[in-house]
């Protein structure tokens, strides 16, 4: 049955940034038939169900184009450290306690934080039970791409156990849940993957017709062991191996000068900004400013919880943006517009959907969010944009639908039982930490 959404506020997100103050949405089937202002009249109420937003708002479902979730259940295991030791003295010790079941429970609770907040895709780059967490985001009626890190210091026996695995991952769901899946390959980053290697898998890849993903210039100190090691800073390096061959989204980006990001320009690498994790490990600011002004597709990732520590995409791209205008001086460095094309249609095209989903538009697929519009934080009403940019949250999303589905309704999970999921991820994590 069509369902028509009417006599609300409508961000589309769209190459004009069309809002409209008073307007309705048409979806039928599973994409969106109409977008426009007014009372849609035309529309015959025989097989349709109308719905009154009274004033709310309805927004392109958010894209989250960085993450680990399986990492959900270290929330606050450690605080205070930079990357390099956070990674070695606590992260990698208590990943090696994941057991199969945590993993599952633990990615659970990320995709529950992400709907309530309003994400209705995200990248996870992991390397345990990538099948199962697959499988999770097709009951979960979620739009992700699923991708293997890999991490290559290792024998030549085991990197190829690695990038097969990977190639099996890819080749099961690329394309599953009715489209709502797909895949990349990803070498973990230049400083953990030989540079052969990284171009091997770049190689299997572009013949697959697939992206790649990294993270890539997150510290200072990466940058220079980089230089140390094999000659090049980061994205130099890369782009030697090949990876920038086909589409590819690298992660952080923070350490980057003027001749790196026209490298990357030039071959259309999109970026995938994570400002608060970048915050809460030291490890600086992305100049994104710049990358805009260089025409880089740049996008938001949350990276995981470890390090952030949450979900919320709407205050991570308030955080993005306001860093810009700081560190530039420059009230203007990012517009409330660009602001929200970060987590909307810039985060489609960084992860190859922008013919699907990343704003609202006649015939692409139903993703969208309805927000809560009359609480205190966002009076007085007008100017939803604005306020969707510098006042609101996660929090305030009501209901979440992908492909035209309903996911979340009024602020409860409808697949996903948050309660039995919480008490679970808290079980396990005391098994870990005995």
């Not at 990538?130 to 290559?152: P, Y």
């Not at 390096?237 to 923070?254: I, N, P, Q, R």
């Not at 519009?373 to 604005?386: C, D, F, G, K, W």
């Not at 679970?424 to 930490?433: D, H, L, P, S, T």
Request: proline fraction near 3%; aromatic fraction near 6%.
């Amino acid at each position: 049955m069509d369902k028509v959404f009417y006599n609300g506020v409508i961000i589309t997100a769209d190459e004009e940034d069309h809002v409209y103050s008073s307007g309705y949405v048409h979806v039928k089937d599973d994409h969106f038939f109409e977008v426009g202002d007014g009372f849609p009249h035309h529309i015959p109420s025989q097989d349709t169900e109308f719905y009154n937003l009274n004033g709310k708002w309805l927004v392109p479902g958010l894209i989250n184009t960085h993450g680990h979730t399986p990492m959900t259940l270290l929330r606050g295991h450690s605080d205070d450290l930079p990357l390099q030791r956070w990674l070695k003295e606590k992260m990698w010790p208590m990943e090696q306690k994941l057991t199969r079941e945590a993993v599952i429970a633990s990615s659970k609770l990320a995709m529950v934080e992400m709907l309530k907040s309003g994400t209705t895709t995200f990248l996870d780059m992991y390397h345990l039970y990538l099948d199962d967490i697959a499988n999770i985001v097709d009951e979960a009626g979620m739009r992700a791409v699923i991708t293997r890190g890999i991490i290559g210091l290792c024998s030549r026996e085991e990197q190829k156990a690695k990038l097969d695995e990977a190639l099996s991952i890819a080749r099961n769901w690329h394309g599953k849940g009715e489209g709502r899946i797909t895949a990349m390959l990803s070498p973990h980053s230049p400083y953990l993957c030989p540079p052969d290697f990284i171009a091997e898998i770049a190689h299997e890849a572009r013949g697959l017709g697939l992206p790649v993903h990294t993270h890539m210039s997150e510290t200072a100190h990466e940058v220079e062991e980089n230089v140390k090691k094999y000659g090049k800073r980061p994205v130099e390096h890369l782009w030697s191996t090949g990876f920038f061959d086909g589409s590819a989204l690298v992660a952080h980006a923070v350490h980057v000068n003027d001749e790196e990001l026209d490298i990357l320009a030039q071959h259309r690498v999109a970026v995938s900004h994570n400002p608060m994790s970048n915050l809460k490990l030291g490890s600086g600011v992305a100049p994104i400013k710049t990358m805009l002004n260089k025409g880089i597709t740049v996008s938001i990732g949350t990276d995981s919880v470890a390090s952030n520590n949450n979900l919320d995409l709407i205050q991570e791209m308030r955080t993005a943006v306001l860093l810009q205008k700081g560190i530039n001086q420059d009230a203007t460095a990012v517009t409330t517009a660009e602001g929200i094309k970060l987590i909307t249609a810039n985060g489609a095209k960084a992860l190859g959907l922008n013919e699907k989903v990343g704003s609202i538009k006649a015939t692409k697929e139903a993703d969208f969010i309805i927000l809560e519009a009359h609480a205190a934080h966002l009076q007085p009403e007008i100017n939803a944009s604005s306020h969707f940019v510098y006042s609101a949250s996660g929090q305030d999303v009501l209901d979440v639908y992908v492909k035209g589905k309903q996911l979340v309704k009024n602020k409860q999970c409808l697949l996903l039982d948050e309660e039995k999921i919480a008490f679970q991820c808290n079980q396990f994590y005391q098994k870990m930490i005995m």
